[in-house]
């Protein structure tokens, strides 16, 4: 297996909104809704923003929302903030047991 | 509250075994809903499961390590460990345990992370 596809970057201004997008395909992204999503500060341990492709953990802001379209899981995040600056990760179960992570895409808030 | 604590060797050789610990406290490691698995991240790049073990000893690897990689599990010690063998500076990483919540496969606690360097 290939890992997802993700953009290596994105950027947003303060209060605008941007989406990060994860293509897989038929056999993990569009074919199961078990994609997580991690935010990454640097020298920090991933969170976990979003699971089972759009529900958030308790203590993560609604601004982060999850949503998949055929092969391709996205996160929107909202109302932009500078904190939200960081590396953001897809993640897919893969069939046979297997996960399978994205290249991460980093999110700039100029 | 629940913390997990990676522990090893601060840096090991080319074609040695790395082994690695992870410690869980605050939570029972025999729960039935999760698994414990490890992930790794190579410096400036992105991340990788490398595989989780459920309490009774049910293991998933990732295709590209299947054959170089051991996970157990003590629960009597409440604590679950890596080895990777034939090592290589390809594996040169930070290695983090994590929680696995075992039939919607994502990770909702996480170590700080090791990093291991492999250099002779």
């Known amino acids: 297996q290939s890992a997802l596809t993700q953009p290596a970057s994105v950027s947003g201004s303060p209060g605008q909104s941007i989406t990060i997008s994860c293509t897989g395909t038929s056999s993990d992204v569009g074919s199961y809704d078990l994609v997580s999503w991690y935010q990454q500060h640097p020298g920090k341990a991933p969170k976990l923003m979003i699971h089972?492709?759009?529900k958030r953990p308790s203590g993560v802001s609604d601004r982060f929302s999850g949503s998949k379209s055929g092969n391709t899981a996205s996160l929107t995040i909202s109302v932009l903030h500078t904190e939200d600056e960081a590396d953001y990760y897809c993640c897919s179960y893969a069939a046979n047991n297997i996960l399978m992570f994205g290249g991460g895409t980093k999110l700039t808030v100029l | 509250q629940l913390q997990l604590q990676e522990s090893g060797p601060g840096l090991v050789k080319p074609s040695e075994t790395l082994s690695l610990t992870c410690i869980v406290s605050?939570?029972?490691?025999?729960?039935?809903?999760?698994?414990w698995g490890w992930i790794r991240q190579p410096p400036g790049k992105g991340l990788e499961w490398i595989g989780s073990i459920y309490y009774r000893g049910d293991t998933h690897y990732t295709p590209s390590l299947k054959s170089r990689v051991t996970i157990s599990v003590d629960t009597s010690k409440n604590q679950f460990s890596l080895k990777l063998n034939f090592l290589t500076a390809a594996d040169t990483a930070v290695y983090y345990c994590?929680?696995?919540?075992?039939?919607?496969?994502?990770?909702?606690?996480w170590g700080r992370g090791a990093l291991v360097p492999v250099s002779s």
């Open positions: 605050g939570d029972s490691i025999s729960s039935s809903s999760y698994y």
């Open positions: 089972e492709g759009s």
């Open positions: 994590a929680r696995h919540y075992g039939n919607y496969w994502y990770f909702d606690l």
